[in-house]
């Protein structure tokens, strides 16, 4: 898609996460001046093939459940782009979806949903409770890489280190490593979540994904190893292009 070809650039303006799963998670198919593609979308990520793959930053000045206004950082780049998202809902399987930078329309089209409007039978809507993090999960790019993480210790390619933990917010948590923040842990939607490795020497949990911006050594996807999520957003794409009643 357009946005993952955009150069990075550093953003002051303040964002906002948002509060609850909003209207537009879930799997659609939009249709612009150029056709039908899929647009599958998490809580606070938009997915690039069947991975997630672009951050969505809340802007000020949004409406939850009516419209959202989004800066975007691309995944394993440290720095906003210069693109914008705008999503706006016209009930529950319609909305505009709008991609723009530097004041320049990049795509423009109506969404209709192809995936179930209810957030809690959504396999995109992410986990609330911390909990919901812990377990086992392997790397996105490489199955034999695992990554395991209770509520007292981390197990990362063979490596054990003893954590303590915190929900930062909703659906991400922060891991200590002798009481200092080593890095961030956010559910990504789907089957995924993402590991943020912080700086040596970081001072306190600022930001994330679905807040301010935060600075990071390595940026992860990893996915749980007995997901169905893949499958469930898979057998929805096959509605793509076909007429719905």
Known sequence: MAMMVLVATLVSEPVKAASD?????GVWELKDNKG?????????????????????????????GQRFEFFARNLNVNGLSAAIVDVAKIDDTHMIYRL???????????????????AN??????????????????????????FKLSETELDFDGRKQPITMATVRT??????VSGKP??????????????????AGTEAFTGGPIGQHVNFTQELIVRRPTGRCDAAIAGRLKLLGKKKK
């Not at 329309?105 to 209810?118: D, K, M, W």
């Not at 080593?182 to 700086?199: E, I, R, S």
Request: charged residues 20%; neutral net charge; glycine residues 10%.
């Open 21 to 25: 799963t909003p209207f537009f998670t």
């Open 36 to 64: 039908v593609r899929p647009l599958v979308m998490s809580d606070w990520l938009i997915f690039s093939g069947n991975l997630p793959g672009t951050w969505l930053y809340l802007k000020q000045g949004s409406i939850p």
């Open 100 to 118: 723009s930078a530097n004041g320049e329309i990049l795509e423009q089209g109506e969404a209709t949903r192809l995936s179930v409007p209810n």
């Open 121 to 146: 039978k959504s396999c995109l809507a992410v986990d609330t409770e911390m909990k919901d993090l812990l377990g086992s999960w392997v790397l996105a790019s490489d199955k034999k890489r695992k």
């Open 171 to 176: 659906g991400q948590i922060g891991l200590m």
């Open 182 to 199: 080593y890095a961030l842990f956010t559910d990504a939607g789907g089957d995924y979540a993402v590991l943020q490795v912080l700086p």
